[in-house]
């Protein structure tokens, strides 16, 4: 998959729609196109050139990088402006440790048995599944998120499920990689019916180590990638 993500580096993820419906807040699609490598890591928000790809004015799109820039997915730099943030490897290790704490202990705090829960989830994870199907890598990342929004959420404290969302966010960059990889999305779907099955059985040390695992791909692939612009 490294080998895959590599040679995609310098190209956006194919299969995507270049115009998303007006209706959709353009700053979850900016958001998209991130997470998707439409947009690469240090490539530059021209406010005009965005205004006119989605048919805006152009303090809508100002607005959308306030947005994205107070997550950490946008950046400004000296004589740029607004671009695409890289985090450096250090900074990806440390935030994917923190999620992988932040997740496990959640995961410590879900109330089982879960019916419910896993009711949800399941629904939740048909829309995924059949996203991944038909190629659809926007509906596959809203699900996706969906899916882990609601399962951490069943921890009880919102401060916690809030905080888990955070530290998701401002590594959404580092998915650009993976996250419309086909065989990316395949494995996630995998994960996401085993983390269900755990649940069913009760299993809670299953669960909090298959959540730490479900973060190692993007994390790996990114940092591989910044290796190799590095010439190491």
């Not at 965005?50 to 607005?63: C, D, I, N, Q, T």
């Not at 490897?89 to 935030?95: L, M, N, R």
Request: charged letters at 25%.
């Amino acid at each position: 998959m490294a080998a895959r993500a590599a040679s995609r580096e310098s190209a956006p993820t194919p299969g995507l729609a270049p115009h998303p419906p007006p209706s959709r807040n353009l700053a979850a699609v900016i958001e998209e196109e991130i997470v998707l490598g439409w947009l690469q890591p240090r490539e530059r928000l021209v406010e005009e050139d965005l205004a006119a790809r989605y048919g805006v004015k152009r303090h809508a799109v100002r607005e959308a990088i306030f947005a994205l820039e107070r997550i950490g997915l946008v950046e400004r730099v000296p004589n740029k402006g607004a671009v695409v943030r890289m985090l450096r490897a250090v900074d990806v290790e440390q935030i994917y440790a923190v999620r992988e704490a932040l997740e496990a202990f959640a995961a410590t705090l879900i109330p089982l048995p879960a019916a419910d829960l896993i009711a949800r989830l399941e629904t939740i994870q048909e829309r995924h599944s059949a996203a991944v199907e038909s190629d659809d890598a926007r509906a596959a990342f809203r699900a996706n998120m969906d899916f882990h929004d609601t399962l951490f959420s069943a921890c009880g404290n919102p401060h916690l499920a809030e905080a888990i969302k955070s530290f998701a966010q401002k590594v959404h960059g580092v998915r650009s990689y993976t996250a419309g990889d086909p065989a990316y999305l395949a494995r996630a779907r995998e994960e996401h019916m085993v983390m269900i099955e755990a649940l069913r059985a009760g299993d809670r040390e299953r669960l909090m180590t298959l959540c730490k695992q479900h973060l190692g791909p993007s994390r790996d692939i990114y940092i591989a990638m910044l290796a190799r612009r590095q010439g190491r």
